[in-house]
């Protein structure tokens, strides 16, 4: 990150709210929406106010947005979407999640007949709502809303803001003519102008077969890792006071470069008022779990249902539809109401040992030696580090409580990490009882 990127704190309300738009505008492309708005009559006056009309009743009966971000490279025959990703928003908890789908997910019917087309990425040429309902399915979410963008949209939004700078993971030496593509990019922490920045979200491997190493992801599970971070960076970077007066061309790139079924501008501008509020640190990410396979000879990536099921219901249904567990998180004073009711099961848990604690580890430092580090110190005290994953980088270790594990289990598990913040986040249906995202703080 550059001097001009770190936080600077905003002191006036009316600057509060040009951030939350630009956060809006950049998270989920709502620029486009935001021209529409315009048009309709609205103006950045009438923005402004919805802004500062903060309304807890409102909050409480908005409920999450949720939009199916499909990024589109025109510069082959047929159009593809490299990039599929499943975007949430909720302000009541002020999270947001990004679901990655393989572009190689197997989405046909006979597995003995299957060709290209049974790729997600190919459903787009038939229409995006394909792509939507294919998503929906897979995820069993009821995503209705999808945005396409192309790639056009990154590179000219990247050189708009000056560049992002982003630790690129590997080196990265690709070449193909029939996509007049050539990725050039050395590891390491650097400025990204446009043009790099398409390289960097396209790539999947070099030249001579390499590709990201199995600890990161390798190949498209790669790529969509390093889609997700570094949309994050793009979010985080372009929430800087110099970037206020951006916002016209912010929304004149996204206007000539997005294509959206969003047509309900009124249900958008409520959402702007409580992303003022809004922390990217907060924002989890993930990638569809499943595993490569060939089926006809051709490469698929096939989702594993179950395991689909436990991260979609972790990552929309607990966190999107029960508000009463996630406000409970990062919050040191719970109510009389949640200890009362979480007595019984505190009850329960204090005769649990280390190895009966599930653990789920993920890792936010960025440094993929980490993981093996955390998870090693503590499967060595007896602790059953029952998954491990990657997600969003993080400054800060955070050490959940997902099932009232008693005081002492989470205290010692911080000992043994040296760091973290516990938090609480009590659920009788979580898969996990202790849930610990690694930052940049664990050395």
């Excluded at 106010?49 to 990024?71: H, N, R, S, W």
């Excluded at 809004?278 to 051709?298: C, M, Q, V």
């Excluded at 649990?352 to 580890?361: D, G, P, R, V």
């Amino acid at each position: 990150m550059s001097k001009n990127s770190k936080k600077t704190k905003k002191k006036h309300i009316v600057l509060k709210i040009f951030l939350a738009i630009i956060f809006i505008i950049i998270l989920f492309v709502g620029g486009f929406v935001g021209y529409s708005a315009y048009k309709h009559g609205w103006g950045m006056k009438g923005l402004i106010q919805t802004a500062i009309g903060q309304d807890e009743k409102k909050l409480k009966d908005l409920d999450p947005f949720t939009v199916l971000l499909l990024g589109v490279s025109e510069d082959i025959s047929s159009k593809l979407t490299d990039t599929i990703i499943v975007a949430s928003y909720n302000p009541k908890n002020q999270k947001a999640t990004l679901l990655s789908i393989p572009r190689d997910t197997f989405v046909g019917t006979n597995k003995n007949k299957a060709t290209s087309y049974d790729k997600i990425n190919a459903l787009y040429q038939s229409s995006p709502q394909k792509t939507m309902a294919a998503v929906n399915k897979l995820t069993g979410l009821d995503i209705q809303y999808y945005v396409v963008i192309n790639n056009n949209a990154l590179v000219q939004l990247v050189d708009e803001i000056g560049g992002v700078e982003f630790d690129v993971p590997i080196n990265m030496d690709y070449d193909d003519s029939s996509q007049d593509l050539y990725i050039h990019l050395k590891a390491g922490p650097q400025k990204l102008n446009g043009e790099q920045a398409e390289w960097l979200v396209r790539f999947r491997k070099n030249n001579n077969g390499t590709s990201y190493p199995a600890s990161y992801g390798d190949n498209d599970l790669g790529r969509m890792r390093t889609q997700r971070e570094f949309l994050t960076e793009v979010a985080k970077q372009t929430l800087q006071l110099k970037n206020i007066t951006k916002i016209g061309s912010f929304i004149d790139i996204l206007k000539q470069n997005v294509q959206t079924n969003i047509s309900n501008w009124s249900m958008i501008k409520d959402y702007v008022a409580y992303a003022v509020d809004f922390n990217t640190e907060n924002i989890e990410a993930a990638s569809l779990p499943g595993e490569a396979d060939y089926y006809n000879k051709l490469s698929f990536f096939i989702h594993n249902e179950k395991e689909t099921k436990a991260l979609v219901d972790e990552l929309f249904t607990k966190q999107n539809g029960s508000n009463k567990e996630e406000n409970t998180e990062g919050t040191e004073n719970n109510t009389d109401t949640n200890n009362t009711s979480n007595s019984t099961s505190t009850n329960s848990s204090q005769t649990k040992t280390a190895s009966k604690i599930k653990i789920e580890l993920l890792n936010g430092s960025g440094d993929s030696t980490l993981l093996t580090k955390a998870t090693k110190a503590l499967k060595d005290k007896g602790y059953n580090v029952y998954k491990t994953g990657t997600t969003t980088t993080t400054s800060k270790t955070t050490i959940v409580n997902r099932t009232a594990v008693q005081n002492d289990i989470m205290e010692d598990i911080k000992d043994i990490l040296k760091v973290g913040n516990i938090q609480k986040s009590t659920s009788s249906s979580s898969t996990v009882d202790v849930k610990i995202v690694i930052g940049k703080d664990y050395k």
